[in-house]
């Protein structure tokens, strides 16, 4: 069962430009909500993060949106830079467990 | 400070061969997991274990066993490998427990393993 659903799977962007990536997942039984940044070759790190008592976290160049109602978030990407390229993948953990979900991940590529 | 570690960092396995995936880490987290990574399938959770002596099945645990040795080792192991295994392994660690709720993951370097 699919329980987090990530869109783009991939996506293309100029550099300075906005990349946005969505995710939606199916019940209401988790309590955080992580995007991980993975570069080839390496393991997946941690790049922002919300819980759904907030509506929306920005870090730097990084902003997560989310909305409880539709039980989606998303992971805006301001002034894309070649850095960036990246495959992005958003997660949920569970409220009652440790269990940690994955999306099926975005590979982002910002062209100069 | 080395975090996660996984060993081997690459391996081939013929059909029907059993081999065991090592994972360890050292910042005294209580939560520990197995993941494939597959093209367009992203990161499946195979096993995780929130603590010492317990396990729990994740999206995908079908041809797979884990052992929590202890509170730094968690071990993945396939006892009669098959082609569709081949993947890339990533073991990985958070602190749990209460408070810890919104605790980052850390993730080892992968084994990719290749199943002929």
């Known amino acids: 069962q699919q329980q987090v659903k990530q869109s783009p799977q991939s996506l293309i962007v100029q550099k300075g430009g906005i990349s946005i990536i969505n995710c939606a997942y199916e019940?209401?039984?988790?309590?955080?909500f992580p995007w991980y940044q993975q570069f080839p070759g390496k393991g997946p790190a941690l790049l922002i993060a919300?819980?759904?008592?907030?509506s929306e976290k920005k870090e730097g160049r990084f902003t997560i949106s989310f909305n409880k109602s539709a039980k989606q978030f998303s992971l805006h990407i301001m002034d894309s830079q070649p850095g960036d390229s990246a495959t992005y993948f958003c997660?949920?953990?569970?409220?009652?467990?440790?269990?940690?979900?994955f999306g099926t991940g975005t590979r982002l590529q910002v062209f100069p | 400070n080395a975090g996660v570690t996984q060993t081997p960092k690459f391996q081939v396995l013929k059909t029907g061969q059993s081999m065991t995936l090592q994972c360890a880490q050292d910042?005294?987290?209580?939560?520990m997991y197995w993941y494939r990574q597959d093209p367009g399938m992203g990161l499946r959770l195979i096993y995780y274990?929130?603590?010492?002596?317990?396990?729990d099945k994740g999206e995908v645990p079908n041809g797979y066993n884990v052992s929590r040795l202890n509170k730094r080792e968690f071990s993945l192991r396939l006892e009669s490998a098959a082609p569709s295994q081949t993947s890339v392994y990533f073991c990985?660690?958070?602190?749990?427990?209460?408070?810890?709720?919104?605790?980052?993951?850390?993730f080892g370097q992968g084994t990719r393993l290749t199943v002929v």
């Open positions: 990985a660690s958070r602190q749990s427990g209460t408070g810890s709720i919104g605790t980052e993951a850390f």
């Open positions: 019940n209401t039984a988790f309590d955080y």
């Open positions: 919300i819980r759904p008592d907030v």
């Open positions: 997660a949920v953990k569970g409220r009652l467990s440790d269990k940690l979900i």
């Open positions: 910042m005294n987290h209580n939560s």
């Open positions: 274990s929130a603590s010492e002596g317990t396990t």
